[in-house]
């Protein structure tokens, strides 16, 4: 149950787009397509802003899009705003009724 | 929404349990689990519980010293959490698990320290 690789950081200005990675393996990004999106702003809950690769819950933003290739998902935000800047996790099923979540990104906007 | 209530400082060694309270929908009819995220780290899955309680399934960290359970009569999801090490020192999350977890308690701070 190894974490899945997030680089730490990732900034950009305002109204550019970025893309943050989620590198896992064949046996949990590369053979579900069960990939979600969390953004984590400090002392609350998560919030989910991807699920199954790349749908968007009702209410996300469509600023906010998810894709995938092999064993490497990624979130892309495009037009970043001020209200941005959080944390964001990526989380794979794995199989067998278990889950792995990313190391995390903290997205900085300057 | 989910509620959650317990947590607190405990010694190395000691117990704790945490519950989440559920309301809004039927509780009976989703799978539930359990994230946390200890300081300056990302989230590490806990514990999955299936909607009668009859399958549990654990990160290999917390494998044999917690212990996830619901009580579908009283709406309600619990995380009994023994042997306790500095390290599961986290914010404990309970969410609904539909493969993704769109649906979060607040989350309640669990310390473990001399």
């Known amino acids: 149950q190894s974490a899945l690789t997030q680089p730490a950081s990732v900034s950009g200005s305002l109204g550019q787009s970025i893309t943050i990675s989620c590198t896992g393996t064949?046996?949990?990004?590369?053979?579900?397509?069960?990939v979600s999106w969390y953004q984590h702003h400090p002392g609350k809950a998560p919030k989910l802003i991807i699920y199954?690769?790349?749908k968007r819950p009702s209410g996300v933003s469509n600023h906010f899009s998810g894709s995938k290739s092999g064993n490497t998902a990624s979130l892309t935000i495009s037009g970043l705003q001020a209200e941005d800047e959080a944390d964001y996790h990526c989380?794979?099923?794995?199989?067998?009724?278990?889950?792995?979540f990313g190391t995390g990104t903290k997205v900085t906007v300057l | 929404q989910l509620v959650q209530s317990g947590g607190g400082l405990v010694q190395p060694g000691g117990s704790l349990r945490i519950s989440c309270e559920a309301s809004?929908?039927?509780?009976?009819?989703?799978?539930m689990i359990w994230v946390r995220q200890a300081p300056g780290k990302g989230l590490e899955w806990v514990a999955n519980?299936?909607?009668?309680?009859?399958?549990?399934f654990y990160g290999d960290s917390v494998k044999g010293r917690f212990t996830i359970s619901r009580d579908n009569t009283q709406n309600s999801l619990s995380l009994q959490m023994n042997s306790l090490r500095a390290e599961d020192t986290a914010v404990y999350y309970c969410?609904?698990?539909?493969?993704?977890?769109?649906?979060w308690g607040q989350g309640t701070m669990v310390s473990v320290s001399s």
């Open positions: 969410a609904i698990n539909l493969n993704w977890f769109e649906i």
């Open positions: 809004g929908f039927t509780f009976s009819g989703y799978w």
């Open positions: 519980i299936n909607q009668d309680g009859s399958e549990k």
């Open positions: 064949s046996s949990d990004v590369g053979s579900y397509n069960l």
């Open positions: 199954e690769d790349n």
């Open positions: 989380c794979s099923y794995a199989g067998t009724s278990t889950y792995v």
